[in-house]
């Protein structure tokens, strides 16, 4: 009991911390100070008064708002004695594996310099920022010869490394045991069996309606909306982030997502959040990064291509380049288990007063990395509110589908759900596409990195961004990947080869594919 | 109640095993740590904190010495504690974690080992939505808080990444 107390007075100590700082602690003030003139303010009883008008006047539902935001992002405060890398991720071989793989990739950026002699950054002469300026918003326009640039790993990369995670205290041996796991996934991770899934997500059991599946109730889809979109139009007056969480697990309607988001995530877009990107803008314009080409080819080779998402080219440059030299993205590196890479100021190697990290935000963009920002081109068409959403959807979720960690919303911890419910619950498939040498995480493991971006339909992926949103965590992603499996296994059992299985109509075009067809596959898992 | 780091000396494992180490096949689940305090003067022991490293259930005995006449006897004080609710998975398998002494008076002194923190989970809130009249009771306590805490100016950054105008980079650096 005593425990818990003390431990709910840290967590209250490390909130108030942190809202100290925030903009929000200081319009407080001024509102308090403000409140003093008016009549219903009285020197007796002062402190209940401001509290009162708070209350009336709804900053007290702002406070509510950021406080909920607080404990949703940052993990409860650690063990006293735990050092701040236990709380990146407390598995040390796990810490080991993403250090060696950030080497890797500092390794392949640095000998992309010596090769290509270009700089990581230099500051852009006043004619160059002046032309840049001027074509800000149609920089899709423009063709830069980047042959030469080439993403610095891809999704399959990585996978080679998580299959070659190894816990080294766990007694594996060469040969087959009952201990090895069948799977690509080597490392013995906790994760949730479907007694658990169901217990989780049990607003999307099948006796509970769904916006968007027509069938899953007794109660005529109609009726249904018309009942939910009322509700959240309350939710959105209310303006209070739980409740948004709460209501947009049964999906959101599309007229009210984008608002829906932003009260969950708690962007509210104020005057100085829109100085903020304005700031990063001018960022951009003075430095030239090579991560900026990186991203270029990325834009070029991922949503440039695509049906749905060709159209945002400009709105991606202008979001991933701010996002680049934003350094607020930095904190988030406290709970992730990767860390910014380091450099120095040219000629002041290895004095740490110039010491910087690289990209100023601490991210290296990746092939895919663009399609994290595009769907939500859809929702957002003021670039700075845009901005705003994809950085806190980046630090509370997209980091976790490229870190190394044992978290469970982590890529590790997904992959692993995959195949074990795969194995699980359809062994004879899982079996099948091992013997003919497709391991399904082979598959599905580039659905997951990208949150299934650029692989389901626009709609059908924004109400599965809804329920990431609304359960805030990842793992729905491993079950979503498992009932496209599922809901493919007739066909798959007779494919025989990889390429076999991930050709169309099996697997690789998704988009014909309806979200509610795989919500009535994954609700047979809940029937279990 | 200040703390004081009481120096102690962890000696290295020790295997308990039926039969030959070398031949047998099975390997031995049970370890044990012997601890001593080569410190002469008593103390009073309050928290024993660790670093756990794979280990699923902890006990811990006790050498007592009631009188210098009487030979000295081995205590129980904790039995079997779970540090790793899943032996099998990672879970808890590197936490940190601390025992307590319980803070009863009644309680004697082989007891007197109380349940430990809680393994840390940073993953307990994204499970469910926290009950939003306790979220709203927590937010008042906070607020009681704040209020104490005297107006200070932002903390927002303004989001500088150079070292007095220059960002000129050319290498990333491996340290």
């Known amino acids: 009991m005593l425990q818990e107390e003390s431990d709910l007075s840290l967590i209250i100590a490390q909130i108030v911390q942190k809202l100290k700082g925030s903009n929000l602690y200081s319009q407080l003030e001024r509102q308090a100070w403000a409140s003093l003139q008016r009549p219903e303010i009285k020197l007796e009883s002062l402190k209940e008064d401001i509290k009162e008008f708070f209350k009336i006047s709804g900053w007290e539902k702002k406070l509510q708002n950021a406080v909920y935001s607080e404990l949703s992002v940052f993990p409860l405060p650690s063990h006293p004695a735990a050092p701040p890398e236990h709380l990146k991720e407390p598995l040390v071989y796990m810490r080991k594996a993403q250090g060696s793989w950030e080497k890797r990739i500092l390794k392949s950026l640095n000998s992309m310099c010596t090769e290509l002699s270009i700089p990581l950054a230099r500051k852009r002469p006043a004619g160059e920022q002046k032309e840049l300026l001027n074509k800000w918003n149609e920089m899709g326009t423009d063709e830069p010869d980047l042959s030469l640039f080439r993403p610095v790993y891809a999704p399959k990369d990585f996978l080679e490394v998580l299959i070659n995670l190894r816990n080294p205290n766990y007694e594996n041996g060469d040969s087959l045991s009952f201990r090895t796991h069948l799977g690509l996934i080597?490392?013995?991770?906790?994760?949730?069996?479907?007694?658990?899934?169901?217990?989780?997500?049990?607003?999307?059991?099948?006796?509970?309606?769904?916006?968007?599946?027509?069938?899953?109730?007794?109660?005529?889809?109609?009726?249904?909306?018309?009942?939910?979109?009322?509700?959240?139009?309350?939710?959105?007056?209310?303006?209070?982030?739980?409740?948004?969480?709460?209501?947009?697990?049964?999906?959101?309607?599309?007229?009210?997502?984008?608002?829906?988001?932003?009260?969950?995530?708690?962007?509210?877009?104020?005057?100085?959040?829109?100085?903020?990107?304005?700031?990063?803008?001018?960022?951009?314009?003075?430095?030239?990064?090579?991560?900026?080409?990186?991203?270029?080819?990325?834009?070029?080779?991922?949503?440039?291509?695509?049906?749905?998402?060709?159209?945002?080219?400009?709105?991606?440059?202008?979001?991933?380049?701010?996002?680049?030299?934003?350094?607020?993205?930095?904190?988030?590196?406290?709970?992730?288990?990767?860390?910014?890479?380091?450099?120095?100021?040219?000629?002041?190697?290895?004095?740490?007063?110039?010491?910087?990290?690289?990209?100023?935000?601490?991210?290296?963009?990746?092939?895919?990395?663009?399609?994290?920002?595009?769907?939500?081109?859809?929702?957002?068409?003021?670039?700075?509110?845009?901005?705003?959403?994809?950085?806190?959807?980046?630090?509370?979720?997209?980091?976790?589908?490229?870190?190394?960690?044992?978290?469970?919303?982590?890529?590790?911890?997904?992959?692993?759900?995959?195949?074990?419910?795969?194995?699980?619950?359809?062994?004879?498939?899982?079996?099948?596409?091992?013997?003919?040498?497709?391991?399904?995480?082979?598959?599905?493991?580039?659905?997951?990195?990208?949150?299934?971006?650029?692989?389901?339909?626009?709609?059908?992926?924004?109400?599965?961004?809804?329920?990431?949103?609304?359960?805030?965590?990842?793992?729905?992603?491993?079950?979503?990947?498992?009932?496209?499996?599922?809901?493919?296994?007739?066909?798959?059992?007779?494919?025989?080869?990889?390429?076999?299985?991930?050709?169309?109509?099996?697997?690789?075009?998704?988009?014909?594919?309806?979200?509610?067809?795989?919500v009535k596959i994954h609700g047979l898992f809940w029937l279990f | 109640m200040s703390r004081v780091l009481v120096p102690c000396h962890v000696k290295g494992t020790v295997a308990l095993q039926v039969g030959d180490v070398r031949t047998s096949q099975g390997r031995p689940g049970v370890l044990v740590i012997d601890v001593t305090f080569p410190s002469v003067a008593p103390f009073e022991l309050q928290e024993i904190t660790f670093k756990n490293y794979y280990t699923a259930f902890l006990s811990i005995r006790v050498r007592q010495h009631t009188s210098a006449h009487t030979p000295a006897k081995w205590v129980t004080c904790l039995r079997d504690y779970c540090l790793m609710p899943d032996p099998h998975s990672e879970e808890g398998a590197q936490e940190y974690v601390s025992l307590f002494k319980h803070q009863s008076p009644s309680v004697t002194f082989p007891k007197w080992l109380s349940h430990p923190v809680p393994c840390e989970q940073p993953a307990l809130l994204r499970e469910g939505l926290p009950d939003p009249s306790r979220v709203s009771s927590e937010v008042q306590q906070m607020w009681a808080l704040t209020e104490m805490i005297r107006a200070s100016h932002t903390s927002t950054r303004i989001g500088r990444f150079d070292v007095d105008g220059c960002y000129d980079l050319n290498l990333l650096s491996y340290t």
């Not at chain 1, 100023?360 to 939500?376: Q, R």
């Not at chain 1, 650029?454 to 979503?480: F, H, K, M, P």
């Open chain 1, 186 to 518: 080597q490392v013995p991770l906790k994760v949730k069996d479907i007694p658990e899934l169901k217990e989780c997500f049990v607003e999307l059991g099948l006796n509970i309606g769904q916006l968007g599946i027509d069938d899953s109730t007794q109660v005529p889809p109609e009726l249904f909306e018309n009942e939910h979109v009322r509700i959240g139009q309350k939710v959105l007056a209310e303006q209070d982030s739980a409740a948004a969480q709460q209501y947009i697990r049964q999906g959101s309607p599309t007229a009210l997502r984008a608002e829906l988001w932003a009260l969950i995530l708690n962007i509210s877009s104020q005057p100085e959040d829109v100085l903020y990107y304005e700031q990063l803008k001018t960022n951009v314009i003075q430095h030239d990064l090579l991560v900026d080409s990186l991203i270029y080819k990325d834009v070029k080779l991922t949503a440039s291509n695509d049906d749905y998402y060709f159209v945002f080219e400009d709105y991606l440059y202008q979001v991933l380049l701010c996002f680049s030299r934003d350094t607020s993205v930095l904190s988030h590196f406290a709970f992730n288990s990767a860390s910014p890479p380091k450099s120095y100021i040219r000629g002041k190697l290895g004095l740490e007063e110039y010491a910087v990290f690289y990209p100023p935000n601490g991210v290296i963009p990746f092939h895919g990395f663009s399609m994290y920002v595009a769907p939500l081109c859809f929702l957002y068409h003021e670039p700075s509110k845009l901005y705003q959403i994809f950085r806190e959807m980046y630090v509370r979720f997209f980091f976790r589908l490229h870190s190394i960690s044992s978290h469970p919303s982590g890529i590790v911890s997904l992959c692993l759900l995959f195949e074990t419910l795969l194995q699980t619950y359809l062994p004879q498939l899982f079996y099948h596409l091992r013997e003919i040498g497709a391991q399904p995480l082979r598959i599905s493991f580039k659905w997951m990195v990208r949150a299934f971006s650029g692989y389901l339909a626009t709609d059908q992926l924004l109400l599965l961004w809804d329920r990431i949103l609304g359960y805030n965590s990842l793992e729905i992603l491993a079950v979503l990947a498992a009932a496209v499996f599922a809901f493919r296994a007739v066909n798959l059992m007779e494919v025989t080869s990889l390429a076999a299985a991930e050709k169309k109509n099996h697997l690789r075009e998704l988009k014909s594919m309806y979200l509610d067809d795989i």
